[in-house]
């Protein structure tokens, strides 16, 4: 019904700089919660980033504050994640993630993409 599309990834050195987008598509709510998580290998799931669609309210991760931003775009239906002062520790494969909830669930997920950060 909804599917979500993550591009951006890549390579980045410590200290750098990389932008994620997510492109959204199919039947759309106005009460959406748009997330970003995380998940390294060997390793649980994380949650790093929300943003309600409607009014743009934000929510960050406490490894992730002050580093990254998350954002949207309403008439080109897609989140960003800005993510600044890259660390090693930041490398994995990133996720947008689609709620209908209010958070409670995400019940839509892109296929992913994969941040390396070297140092």
């Known amino acids: 019904q909804v599917q979500m599309v993550e591009s951006g990834g890549g390579l980045a050195q410590a200290g750098g700089s990389l932008r994620l987008s997510c492109t959204a598509s199919g039947r759309t709510f106005s009460n959406y919660v748009v997330g970003w998580f995380r998940q390294a290998p060997g390793k649980e799931r994380e949650f790093v980033a929300a943003?309600?669609?409607?009014?743009?309210?934000?929510s960050y991760a406490d490894s992730v504050k002050n580093r990254f931003t998350i954002s949207r775009d309403k008439a080109k239906n897609t989140v960003y994640l800005q993510m600044s002062s890259l660390k090693p520790e930041d490398t994995a494969v990133y996720y947008c993630?689609?709620?209908?909830?209010?958070?409670?669930?995400?019940?839509?997920w892109g296929q992913g993409t994969q941040v390396t950060v070297s140092s």
């Open positions: 993630a689609a709620s209908v909830t209010a958070g409670v669930r995400f019940e839509y």
């Open positions: 943003i309600t669609w409607s009014g743009g309210d934000t």
